[in-house]
Each structure stands twice: as C-alpha cells, then as structure tokens.
C-alpha cells in the first residue's frame, strides 16, 4: 500500500511536471508565433512606408525635374526672344524704321576695330520729300558710344548705300539702306542701338552680335513700280524760280548711256546712265555756274526716289571730258544762258520724273515725265 501510494504520488509528479513542461513549449511556440507575426507585420509596414516615401520622393523629383526643365525652357526662350527683330519704330508725320536685320564684321588684320552693320527699312511718311539722313542713330556698346560708319569700303558696307544720306523720298515710299558702327575688336557684347528724328528723341533696341541673322546683304530689294509719277503737275517743261534769281528749261532726255561702278562685293558692274539736258538763264546779278540750281533745286525721281548724280556715261557727247570742260560748272554771266546735260544712274526700267522745286519747299517751277523705255 505504501508502495502504490509512493508511485501514485511520483506518477503524479510526474504528470504535472508533463503538464508543465508542454504549458511552458505552448507558451513558448505561441510567443514565438507571436513574434515572427509581430516582424513580419513591421516588415510589411517598414516596407510599406518605405515604398511609399520612395514613390512620394520620385513624384517631387519628377515634378522638380519637369519644373526645372520648363524653368530652362522658359528662360531659353526669353533669352532667344530678347534678340528677335524689334518692332517698327514710327515718327508720328515723318518716317517709319523697321530693322530687318545686322551683322557683326570681323575686320581682321584691316583694321584695330570690327563693325556691325544694321539693315533697315525706311520709309517716308510726309508730303515733302524726306532726305534718309533725317534719321539719327546712336549706339552704345558697354557704356561707349560706337563710332558711325567709320568706313566707306564697298567690302564691308556690302551693298550701295554709302550716298543713301543724299537721296529724297516722296511719302509712303520704302526704301532698304544700312547704319554702319565700329565696335571693340573681338568685343561681341551687347550692343543698345537707338534711333530717332533727333538726339532727343529716339527710340533703342539691343542687339547680340552673336546672334545668326538671316543673310540679306545679297537679298534683292525692290521698290514698288510707279508707272505713272505724278510727284508734281507735269508737262511744265520751264519756269522761274520764286527768286527770280534762274530761268530753267528741262529739253528732255538726251539718250541712255553706259556707267560703272563697284557692286556689293566690289566687283566692276555695268549701269544704265540717262542723259538730261537743261537750259539755264542767269539772273543773279553776278557771274554764276547752273551747278548750284542743279545740285539745291533738280530731282529727279524714279519709283519715288531721287536717282544718283553720276558722271557722264559711255557713249555719251560729254565722255571723257573734265568739270573744267563741261558747261555745268562753267560760271556765266548775269543775263547769259548755257545749256548743259546732267547725268543720273538708273536703278530700273520704271519713268522718270524731273523735277524743279524750291530748295526745302513744295513749290515747284518745272516738272518733265519720260519714258526711259522709249529713248
């Protein structure tokens, strides 16, 4: 009996330490369960949030990368805007200059300065004809003011303008001329260009020498055809001047002749010349030459613009002869009369319109259309 008693009380034992053993690997297993559940779910949640924070940072870095590069856009923009042509620049009763491009020159060797040509558009916009010398340019290039067409050579002015400043124009008349300035050699900062009707009234535009205009030194410009001139009244072929100081009679024309002279890239061209005699009475009270009347009072007009005074041309009775010999600038005296013929290059096949008026008035004493085509 107490032999069983002691073996019922170890089996007993026995069994709770059993019992208690298998609670404690439960226990153990469940923490351990509830461990790794534990993990896996802040894994999950670290990873989550990481994924999250990696998505958020890639749409800020996206949108500050499309921000940034419409930013450069933008200011790339502005900047190749900044240098377009600027508008037309109007002078209320006067003219109007739209600037239709420049240039930079590099001069090389020639000269210790480079230039910049700017081409434009001028037109008249007044019943009095208007000398393109009318208007005033400036420019300024890091605070000093740029020297005006410091050259006359043909190679760099590359088109035929050096006697643009003696040319009149009747209103609404276009014409395309250039405005030359020497700059700093190799200096290609921004250049601030101003124009005007005088020193106190201008208008400025800023130009990049580095910026590639269009080429129009070789652009062909053409006025508009006026086939029938009527600057004047016509068919008055002589009159007097208001001064009574010249009586002057327009002959006509005495023939088309042939003239020379350098083109843009000074290479010798053939010209058409138009002979034009005229007969003048002195009545200065002095000896006196017709040069003067020739040179202060006669326009002659070809598509709304003056033509050049030139030599005379090939083939021509005055050819090969001197001002001393020609009886334009011969001096005569009071009351006597000398009939000579001036020359004029032609710059198309349109009518010429000569034209006597007042020295810086619209009144005119003789006026004379003909047909260059018929002569």
Same mark, same amino acid.
């Given at each position: ?5 002691? %073996? ?27 461990? $790794?559940?534990?993990?896996?779910? $802040?894994? !999950?949640?670290? $990873? ?35 240098? !377009? ?14 600037? =239709?491009?420049? +240039? ?18 001028? !037109? ?11 208007? *005033? ?8 003011? %740029? ?27 276009? *014409? ?13 900062? @921004? ?10 009234? &201008? ?15 070789? $652009?062909?410009? +053409? ?12 068919? %008055? ?14 002959? /006509? ?8 002279? %350098? ?11 138009? /002979? ?10 002095? #000896? ?6 020739? &040179? ?10 003056? @033509? ?8 021509? #009775? ?19 009369? =000398? ?14 319109? =000569? ?16 047909? =260059?085509?018929?002569?």
């Amino acid at each position: 009996m107490k032999h069983n008693k002691l %073996l019922k009380v170890v089996c007993t034992g026995m069994t709770s330490a059993l019992m208690l053993t298998s609670f404690t690997a439960c226990s153990d297993k469940k923490e351990e369960t509830t461990t $790794e559940a534990t993990t896996a779910e $802040e894994t !999950t949640t670290a $990873e989550e949030t990481t994924t999250a924070a990696e998505s958020e940072t890639s749409a800020e870095s996206e949108t500050t990368a499309e921000e940034t590069t419409e930013s450069t856009t933008e200011e790339t923009t502005a900047a190749a805007s900044a240098f !377009t042509l600027p508008e037309t620049f109007t002078f209320d009763g006067k003219f109007d200059v739209k600037v =239709v491009g420049y +240039e930079y020159w590099d001069t090389g060797d020639k000269y210790d300065y480079d230039l910049v040509n700017v081409y434009y558009d001028f !037109t008249c916009k007044n019943d009095d004809v208007k000398k393109i010398a009318q208007v *005033y340019w400036k420019a300024t290039q890091n605070g000093e003011e %740029l020297k005006e067409d410091p050259s006359s050579n043909s190679t760099f002015s590359d088109m035929d303008h050096n006697d643009d400043i003696w040319l009149f124009f009747q209103n609404g008349v276009t *014409y395309r001329s250039v405005v030359q300035f020497a700059c700093a050699k190799g200096g290609k900062d @921004l250049i601030t260009v101003s124009v005007g009707d005088s020193n106190d009234n &201008m208008q400025s535009f800023d130009i990049d020498p580095t910026w590639e205009m269009p080429d129009i030194r070789h $652009e062909d410009f +053409e006025l508009a055809k006026i086939d029938k001139p009527a600057f004047g009244p016509g068919n %008055l072929p002589e009159g007097t001047r208001a001064d009574g100081r010249f009586d002057i009679k327009i002959n /006509g024309v005495t023939g088309i002749f042939t003239g020379t002279d %350098l083109d843009r890239d000074s290479k010798i061209v053939e010209h058409k010349v138009v /002979g034009i005699s005229f007969t003048v009475t002195n009545h200065t009270g002095r #000896e006196d030459s017709p040069f003067m009347i020739a &040179m202060n009072n006669c326009y002659v007009f070809q598509d709304g613009v003056t @033509l050049k005074h030139v030599g005379s041309g090939k083939g021509s #009775e005055d050819e090969g002869k001197t001002q001393k010999d020609l009886p334009l600038y011969q001096k005569i005296a009071d009351g006597e009369t =000398v009939t000579y013929t001036a020359y004029f290059k032609l710059r198309s096949d349109s009518p010429i319109e =000569v034209v006597f008026k007042e020295s810086f008035k619209l009144d005119t004493f003789a006026d004379m259309v003909y047909d =260059v085509n018929a002569q």
